[in-house]
Structures are given as C-alpha cells and as structure tokens.
C-alpha cells in the first residue's frame, strides 16, 4: 500500500523536505507525492532518484501533479 | 467581536473554539488550560490585559496543537475555511500557522465571504503565507520582524529560505526594505517592523518610529514580538486608529519590559503583568500631548 | 590551480592573505540546501564552516559554506552525487569577500546569552540551565522553546532532533555553541 505525502500549497524547498522526510520512514515501498508547481514536480523527481527511488510515474492532476515513486 | 487565530506548541492539543480568559499566568479556552509562553499564548494573554483596560470584551480564540509539522495547521485551516464566512468578527488576527499557500487562500476566501469584511492582522507564519499566496494587500496589519521584513521585501523568493537578511538581519536595510516591500505589493496597508527600533509605515512612508526605553535583557526574552502584536491587535479592536495603535503598542511593549526590571531569565509571563500599568501611562500620556522620556 | 596561481603571485603580505587564498565559499539558492551539504560533506570527512555571506555580496540565501579551495573539485564531485548542488563557488580574494561569522555572545552578568544568526539561548552560568529562547517566527520555535526551556543544557533536547525549519537549525547553531563555551 503506497503511502501519500500531500505538499500542494509548498513552496520550494518544502516539498522535496517533505518526501525525504516520508523517504527516511521506509526502506522500500511506493510513496505518491502530491505537487502543485512545475518547479517542484522536478525537484521532487530528482531528489528520490538522488536517494535511488525509481519514478514510477507521473501524471498531471488537477492543477499539479501526483508523483509515484518506488523502491525494492 | 475579535478573534485571534493561532497554534499551541502541544501535537495533543485538540481543535479548540470559543472565549479565552487569562488567570494565574494561564489562558484559558473551553475548560483547556496553557500556560503563557511563547508564542500565540503570550499573544493572547497581551491581548487580555490590553483589552481588558480598553474594555473590550474576551476575544475569540481558534486554536489546534502544532510542534511546526503543519497537521494542526491543516486541520485548523480546513475549520476556518467552512466556518469563518459566517462569522462577523471586526478583527481577525492569524499567528503561528504552517505558512502554506493552498489553505491560506482557502481561509481568505472564507473571510471574503463575510457580510462585513473585517480588519486583519497577520504574523508569523500567517504572514509567510499571505506573501507567498501574493495576497499582502487584503491584510490590514503586518507585524514583522526584520527578517521576516526581508522575506517581504524580496519578490523573488517564494520562501523565506531563499530569502537574504531572513536569519542575519541587517537592521540599516530597514527603510529600504519597507518601500521595497510596498513597491511590489507584498506588504499590508501597514506595517509594524519589530527591532531595535520599531517602525510604524504605511503606503506613505514611516509614520512613527520608537526606540527607547532599550532593555538589554529583553533581548534574550522569548515572546516579547508575540506580546506587542497581542496589544497592537486589542488596540484595533477597540476602535483605535491602526497607526496609532502601532505606535501605543510600542512603546507601551517596551515600557512594560522596563517596569518588569527583567533578567535574561524572566519569562514573557511576567512582563505580561506589567502591560496593562505601561499601557495606561501611555494612553495618559497620549492624551495630555506631551513626549516623555524615560531616563 | 589555486595552489600554483599562489605560488605565482608572492607578495609582501603572503602569510595574510595566504589564509584568505586557501578559502573559498559556496553560495547556493536557499538554506536547506546549504544544510543539507554540510550533512553530507561533514559525513565525508571535509573540515568546512556554515557561515553567513560577506554583506557585499549580494547572490544567494544567508548561509554560506567555507571550503578550502584546494578541495574544490573533489568537494563539487561529493556534492554533484548528493544533489545539494552550490550555484557559485567564489574564492575569498578580499577582504571584501570574507564570510561572517554567525556568533554572538553576550555576558548579562548571571547569565550567558549565545545568539546564532536570529536564533538565541540563554544560559544561567552557574546551574547550565537553559532560561530562555527567544528569537524567529518560524512554525516550530514556540515548540523547541518549550522543549529546551527550564532543562540542563546537558540534558536538553538539541533542536535539530525535533526542529523542522531554518530556525531550528539556527538555534542549533547558538545550542552547540553554547554547550561548547560551557565546556560541555
């Protein structure tokens, strides 16, 4: 069961704190990552790579993004 | 009615609505105690005794436990955002909340839907989130810090970590920094700038500034900003002019802090007790005209 | 190379500014990224200071590292992996150019006061307990407050352990500082 980190309404740096907070909590797993800005969309993905999470997937919602990310 | 929006530094303190009384060094709300410390308890326990001697009524208190994680502040946020547009309070002031754009907006909303709009105030983390959402203009009242003037003040950074003179204040910056914060629509109609010196400005310039009585260990006194935003906010609710609210609020802040003869170890508490004694002197003060110093 | 470019360019002065040409800062976007490198460079062994920028400079956010220069390309390569990535590296060539120190201590007779950058405790000399916090606006300083009032310094909470915000680390800062001149 994936878990969710909702950082919509973050600014920057917050939301990439957030899922490496999240990140941290677990080995391996799915975690989903709730974004509404580009700027973050790309910071997020990078940081879980920089941590070896693989991006699972990425989808447009609403007027953000719903970043899924895995590992293990 | 007034209402004071704001966070106990206590993750178990539930949602909580309702009056609040202060009594033994405690504010009180819906059979909760918290003890005055700081943070928006010293806030409100200002706010009390100034109002108290205006006399104003108790103030409204929305308050939910929040160590800085921001789930107290979410749920709080999702309250006021249902609940506030029905509401008729002549002045709301939002505190310490988790500064997120999507709930502030959400909340601001709520208070556009208000039969008659009401005088805000912001500070704190309330304030953050006003400048990143790019809504300072619907504020009445910031009451900054200096660095929190530099976060306003930048209108590149979207967040106070990116802000130059966030942390390392740079106290000669400050007349420039309030017409930087006004230039690019990211300060309220007023400021009160918490420093040294304090600054009372609006969209016309610098209005007032005050720097004396100086106390040098009230520097080392947590919750001395939290106190005078709690007595500039009574103030305002009892019908005074916000500028000269400011101004009252100042120097009756820092009088207080002279008259309490603190240590480095005095809590905000008890300065807290010497409010209403300082305020009266400059009220009386005010009335009669005339400048005093204190030697 | 920095160390040849010395070597190059003696001049009466040399031992003074020798120090300044061993130095360099990085500059980056915002704090938690500084932060986040001083953790991993500290963890790799590097010997570097959080600082604050030199006032006449005015790129970046509020916290500086100070590398030495020499390292500047080994130390790049740990950062590139980390993704804490510095936007300038600016060799301390002037005095113009030093980084400041973000330490303040003041003596209030029975009680020490330490402040880093905004953040401030305060200390009884004689007990080692924590009287007081105060400084920032930051979500969580009425919680760390709250936490580290009233205990020993040497029993207190650091605020990096249960802080969440620039603040936090600041007083961390003005804690460890602290603990330090109290021989702790």
């Known amino acids: 069961m994936s878990r969710t980190v909702d950082a919509r309404g973050f600014s920057c740096p917050q939301p990439v704190l957030m899922t490496l907070e999240e990140i941290k909590k677990v080995d391996k797993g799915e975690i989903v990552i709730l974004v509404d800005t580009d700027t973050s969309k790309e910071n997020v993905s990078r940081a879980a790579k920089s ?11 609403g007027e953000g993004y719903r970043i899924t990310i895995s590992k293990g | 009615m007034w209402a004071v929006v704001g966070t106990i530094p206590d993750q178990d303190f539930p949602l909580v609505t309702g009056l609040v009384s202060l009594k ?50 979410r749920r709080l946020c999702d309250y006021l955002a249902k609940h506030l547009g029905k ?80 942390i390392l204040h740079e106290e000669t910056r400050v007349p420039e920094l309030i017409t930087r914060s006004y230039t690019h629509n990211n300060a309220a109609r007023h400021l009160l700038v918490k420093g040294e010196t304090d600054y009372v400005t609006n969209q016309n310039g610098i209005q ?17 900003g939290d106190t005078l935003t709690g007595i500039v906010v ?31 170890a005095t809590q905000v508490a008890e300065i807290v007790s010497y409010i ?18 204190v030697a | ?84 990535i510095p936007k300038e590296v600016v060799p301390v060539s002037s005095p113009l150019l030093q980084p400041v120190d973000l330490f303040q201590t003041k003596d ?4 020490l006061m330490v402040r880093a950058a905004n953040m401030k405790v305060t200390v009884d000399k004689q007990t080692l307990t924590i009287v007081n916090v105060s400084g920032g606006g930051c979500p969580d300083v009425p919680y760390l407050a709250h936490r580290m009032v009233g205990k020993l310094l040497s029993d207190a909470p650091s605020p990096r352990e249960i802080g969440h915000t620039l603040c936090g680390y600041a007083l961390q800062l003005a804690y460890e500082e602290a603990r330090r001149r109290c021989g702790l």
Request: aromatic share 8%.
């Open chain 2, 87 to 166: 509401s008729d309070f002549r002045t709301i002031t939002f505190h310490y909340l988790q500064p997120n754009v999507r709930w502030h907006n959400r909340v601001l909303s709520s208070v556009e839907q208000m039969t008659k709009r009401p005088i805000l105030v912001a500070d704190a983390g309330s304030m953050y989130a006003a400048k990143m959402s790019g809504k300072a203009e619907a504020y009445d009242l910031f009451t900054p810090d200096i660095g929190e003037l530099a976060f306003l003040a930048d209108e590149q950074a979207p967040h106070p970590l990116y802000t130059r003179g966030f």
């Open chain 3, 108 to 111: 209030l007779g029975q009680h």
């Open chain 1, 51 to 61: 941590q070896g999470w693989d991006l699972k997937q990425v989808q447009q919602e």
């Open chain 3, 1 to 84: 190379m920095a160390f040849l470019d010395f070597l190059k360019h003696k001049h009466p002065k040399a031992s003074a500014e020798m120090q300044n040409l061993d130095r360099g800062i990085l500059v980056f976007e915002n704090t938690s990224e500084v932060i986040r490198a001083e953790s991993v460079l500290k963890a790799e062994g590097w010997k570097i200071r959080v600082m604050g920028p030199p006032p006449e400079f005015r790129s970046g956010c509020d916290l500086v590292i100070e590398i030495p220069l020499i390292e500047e390309l080994s130390i790049l390569r740990t950062l590139q992996m980390s993704g804490a």
């Open chain 2, 24 to 73: 033994d060094n405690a504010i009180s709300i819906q059979g909760q105690q918290i003890p005055v410390s700081r943070g928006t308890p010293a806030l409100l326990a200002a706010a009390i005794k100034a109002g108290e001697l205006q006399g104003q009524p108790a103030p409204y208190g929305f308050l939910v436990g929040d160590i800085g994680v921001g789930v107290g502040s």
């Open chain 2, 276 to 293: 209403p004694g300082a305020l009266e002197e400059i009220l009386a003060e005010n009335k009669k005209g005339e400048a005093k110093r």
């Open chain 2, 234 to 264: 009574a103030l305002i609710a009892a019908g005074m002019e916000i500028s000269e609210a400011a101004t009252v609020a100042a120097r009756a802040n820092r009088l207080a802090g002279y008259y309490a003869k603190p240590t480095a």
């Open chain 2, 208 to 224: 007032a500034t005050i720097d004396y009585p100086i106390v040098e260990a009230m520097e080392a006194i947590g919750g001395t």
